[in-house]
C-alpha cells in the first residue's frame, strides 16, 4: 500500500514537488508540504459526498476518476485541508500518489528526502541515526 509521508523539519521550500506534480496537487506553505492525506475510506469526506461515486480507495490511494467527475465541487468542498482543485476543464483533481508509477515524483524530487513513501522509510533513517549516535557515544565512554 502507497502512502506519502512528508517530514516539515527538513522541507527547505526549494518548490521541486510543486513544480513536478503533474496533477498540480502539493503546495508548501511555511515549510510544511501539504497534499491529500489519502484517507481511510470509511472518513474520506470527498468519497462520501460525491454524487456519482467518482472517488476511490485503490492500493492506498484515494482517486478520483475524471471521466466519471461531472465538477459539482462538492469533494473540494469537504475537504478538510483544502487538497481538492476543479482544472481549467472543471473537473476535479487531486494527489493520486502517482499510482501509475513506483514511486510519487515529488519524492523523487526532493533534495532534502522530506518526502517518503512510507512511514517505515522515516523509522529506519531514525534507527540509523540513533545507532550513529550510541557507537558516538561508546566511543566518548571509552
Known amino acids: 500500500?502507497?502512502?506519502?509521508?512528508?517530514?516539515?523539519?527538513?522541507?527547505?521550500?526549494?518548490?521541486?514537488?510543486?513544480?513536478?506534480?503533474?496533477?498540480?496537487?502539493i503546495r508548501v506553505i511555511s515549510g510544511v508540504p501539504v497534499y491529500c492525506l489519502h484517507c481511510a475510506e470509511e472518513r474520506a469526506p470527498c468519497m462520501t459526498i460525491c454524487p456519482e461515486g467518482a472517488?476511490?480507495?485503490v492500493n492506498g490511494a484515494v482517486i478520483i476518476h475524471e471521466e466519471e467527475c461531472i465538477g459539482c465541487g462538492l469533494c473540494r468542498d469537504a475537504c478538510p485541508i483544502?487538497?481538492?482543485n476543479l482544472n481549467e476543464c472543471g473537473i476535479a483533481t487531486k494527489c493520486d500518489l502517482c499510482f501509475e508509477r513506483d514511486e510519487p515524483l515529488c519524492v523523487s524530487?526532493?533534495?532534502?528526502?522530506?518526502?517518503?513513501?512510507?512511514?517505515?522509510?522515516?523509522l529506519a533513517d531514525k534507527r540509523d541515526r540513533i545507532a550513529k549516535e550510541l557507537e558516538r557515544v561508546k566511543m566518548i565512554m571509552k
Open 82 to 84: 483544502g487538497a481538492i
Open 1 to 25: 500500500m502507497k502512502e506519502l509521508i512528508s517530514q516539515p523539519e527538513l522541507c527547505d521550500e526549494c518548490g521541486k514537488c510543486e513544480r513536478i506534480c503533474p496533477k498540480n496537487a
Open 55 to 57: 472517488i476511490e480507495k
Open 109 to 122: 524530487v526532493c533534495p532534502k528526502d522530506a518526502l517518503k513513501m512510507s512511514s517505515e522509510d522515516i
